[in-house]
């Protein structure tokens, strides 16, 4: 698939958009997807720029997490705000990136990025417990470039 508005059919977006209300639903943590045809950055750069454009710098807790897929390039990244960063080990964003990736080779995008958001879900519970005062501060929708 070589077009971003392709990239996903509308169940495995609905299935994106459930694992991401799922992660959230324990953390105050916020979780967004990025999906684009092409970059003429690095992933990681155009990443962390989308990450600035979709606002997700402005959480309380700067705890936000972007998965970034750039369609065409074949590109992938993850990025988390410094909140999380700080905290979570320091294999653990490649290691969430090698899990979505090995999903990815064998065609089973939806289902990586899935199995991604709840890692990063359940690392951000770890930290940032949902507390009753929580809102979600981010739209769980899938944005698109």
């Known amino acids: ?3 971003a508005k392709d990239f996903l059919t509308p169940a495995e977006e609905e299935a994106i958009i459930a694992a991401i209300g799922q992660a959230e639903k324990n953390t105050s943590g916020e979780i967004r997807v990025h999906v684009e045809n092409t970059s003429e950055q690095p992933p990681l750069e155009r990443a962390q720029e ?5 606002g997700m710098q402005a959480t309380e807790a700067r705890n936000g997490v972007l998965f970034y897929v750039g369609v065409k390039d074949h590109s992938f990244a993850i990025v988390g705000d410094e909140g ?3 905290v979570v080990e320091g294999d653990f964003w ?3 990136k090698d899990l979505v990736i090995g999903h990815f080779k064998e065609g089973r995008f939806s289902q990586g990025l899935v ?3 709840l890692r990063a879900g359940d690392r951000l519970k770890t930290y940032f417990p949902f507390a009753d005062s929580d809102k979600n501060e981010l ?4 944005s698109k470039g």
């Not at 989308?50 to 979709?54: R, S």
Request: net charge negative.
């Open 1 to 3: 698939m070589a077009k």
């Open 50 to 54: 989308v990450f600035q454009q979709l």
């Open 84 to 86: 999380i960063d700080k």
């Open 94 to 96: 490649d290691c969430t």
């Open 115 to 117: 199995e991604g958001i």
């Open 139 to 142: 739209p769980d929708t899938i």
